[in-house]
């Protein structure tokens, strides 16, 4: 049995698609089940398939912890320092509307109630996050992840299209609309308008016109990899926002392939006591 309060303040939802929304991992099967056994309750009545929920509301909902709450996966922790590797599809955090039971720092805080991310990745990109629940190496990440300093990230992807050179380094702008979520890659400076550098090294044919990349963001934006690459003629697969909707439908299935698989602490890093330290994490095979 699992007991939540939907978050104050949200609109009335169907209590279908909140379910959702709060744990997106979780196949739709195992809800539907549930509301059609009316095995969830809002406010103590028993709901099914058509009822609403609205911010402030009580749920109960009899279904197994496996599904509703799972275990992070946690590849070092000193109890301090916390590097866990987020699945595909699962948040970092809550929304901006505080809809989010099953998100990645929710499930750090089932075991460090103080842990606090360091950084973030997009729902849709998964692998390598630091989380910190030590306020001096808090401090120490923020400023390294601020800065851009003492850290560097690795990314593994597979892009379309045939690369003219095995490696490269990419220069631009990048414009963030907050409105929509998007950015859009500029060639000069204009207002708004915010330097990017992206590396990219080309290794294995995935597949006819399919290659996997290695990418560093030596800048830090959001989407700048997607966004970059896509503005580079070589836009990842799965990647419905910035890529190539026809070249994703040759592979039914499959999400967007990004991953961040390696995080190396540089020996003048402001992460003090992890200096020379590298983090990894496989990423999957995602079509093979």
Not at 247 to 269: I, M, Q, Y
């Amino acid at each position: 049995m699992t007991l939540h309060r939907v978050p104050e303040g949200l609109a009335p939802m169907g209590l279908e698609k909140y379910l959702r929304r709060a744990w997106p991992m979780v196949p739709g099967r195992v809800f539907r089940d549930a509301l059609k056994k009316r095995d969830v309750r809002v406010n103590g009545v028993r709901a099914g398939v058509g009822d609403t929920v609205r911010g402030g509301d009580a749920l109960t909902l009899y279904i197994e912890d496996r599904w509703l709450a799972p275990e992070a996966e946690v590849i070092f922790t000193d109890d301090r320092l916390i590097v866990a590797v987020k699945p595909q599809g699962l948040p970092v955090d809550a929304d901006r509307d505080g809809v989010g039971a099953d998100t990645l720092l929710a499930r750090l805080n089932r075991h460090w109630p103080d842990a606090r991310l360091c950084h973030r990745l997009d729902a849709a990109t998964g692998g390598i996050v630091l989380a910190a629940a030590d306020d001096a190496v808090w401090q120490q990440a923020f400023e390294a992840f601020r800065n851009h300093r003492g850290i560097a990230k690795r990314y593994r992807a597979l892009a379309l299209g045939d690369f003219k050179r095995r490696e490269g380094t990419l220069d631009a702008f990048l414009i963030k609309d907050a409105r929509r979520g998007e950015v859009r890659v500029v060639h000069r400076e204009v207002l708004g308008a915010k330097p990017i550098r992206t590396r990219y090294w080309v290794g294995e044919n995935a597949a006819p016109g399919l290659w996997r990349v290695s990418l560093e963001p030596v800048t830090g934006r959001t989407h700048q990899l997607r966004a970059h690459m896509a503005d580079f003629g070589h836009p990842l697969l799965g990647d419905d926002r910035y890529g190539d909707r026809a070249a994703n439908r040759r592979f039914p299935g499959v999400k967007l392939c990004l991953w961040h698989e390696a995080l190396t602490v540089s020996e003048d890093s402001p992460l003090i006591d992890y200096r020379g330290m590298t983090f990894e994490a496989q990423a999957p095979g995602w079509i093979e």
